[in-house]
């Protein structure tokens, strides 16, 4: 699933395309919003928040949408031919600009007054201008007896981290994932990581940790599973924590992150 840099990205890509343009082209590919039309109406921003996408439009209306794990919004020259089938959710075009949203896990819109139905329930967004340690870290203390794993990915807690982010903050931080949150005296120091992190790499692709851009070398542990630690030299492990069927990927070093 992509991450809260990846959104924020798409979201920049999405104001340079669409903010401060009438629509000439609207069409929701969805059920619950197949007769809608934007048409005529200007967009006036879209921003991130967390993992969810903002579109504001003239009217008082919010188009809300979601990547989940294979969303994604494309940008073409307006009127170019857009694929049939179900995988397109949504189009936005005007005069300069197209944009399509490909298997979007949401679509919703909404009131702009009413956003808090979609986003309302997010912590502190790791890459927003309100971005909060302190309340991140008063939620996480909420539930001491929670593996800090498992904590790091509740949106409720803090919005925009992902299995990837998740790795690399505990590996840097030298923490077991399925250590207790209760049992972490430090947590402003993983929530400031974390955030560093993602602030880091909101303005190119790819996800980088070590410092190193080459492609073999850009991540501490995440996608490394079995090759030795760039550190100790500990095979890198790989697992699952979660929730039955809500099962996520972790990787971590027994070495540097010993129980």
Known sequence: MPE?????????RLRGALDGQVLTRSEFRVPRHATADLTGRSVLETVSRGKHLLTRVEGGL????????????QVTAPGRRVAGGDQVRLILANARCQAVGVRLGMVDLLRTADEGRVVGHLGPDLLGLD???????????????????EALLDQRNLAGIGTIYRAETLFLRGIWPW??????????????????????????????T??????????????RAGRPCRRC???????????????RLVLWCGGCQPR
């Open 4 to 12: 809260g840099d990846a959104v924020y990205r798409t979201a920049a």
């Open 62 to 73: 919010t188009v809300h949408t979601h990547l989940r794990m294979d969303g994604s919004w």
């Open 131 to 149: 971005w909060d340690p302190v309340e991140a870290v008063r939620r996480l203390r909420r539930d001491p007896d929670t593996t800090i794993g």
């Open 179 to 208: 250590r207790r949150v209760g049992d972490i005296e430090d947590l402003d120091g993983v929530v400031t990581l974390a955030q560093r992190l993602l602030d880091a790499n909101k303005r190119h692709a790819g996800t980088v």
């Open 210 to 223: 070590t410092g190193d851009r080459r492609p073999a070398n850009q991540t501490w542990v995440y996608g």
């Open 233 to 247: 030299g500990t095979r890198i492990s790989r697992g699952e924590m979660g929730a039955h069927a809500q099962e």
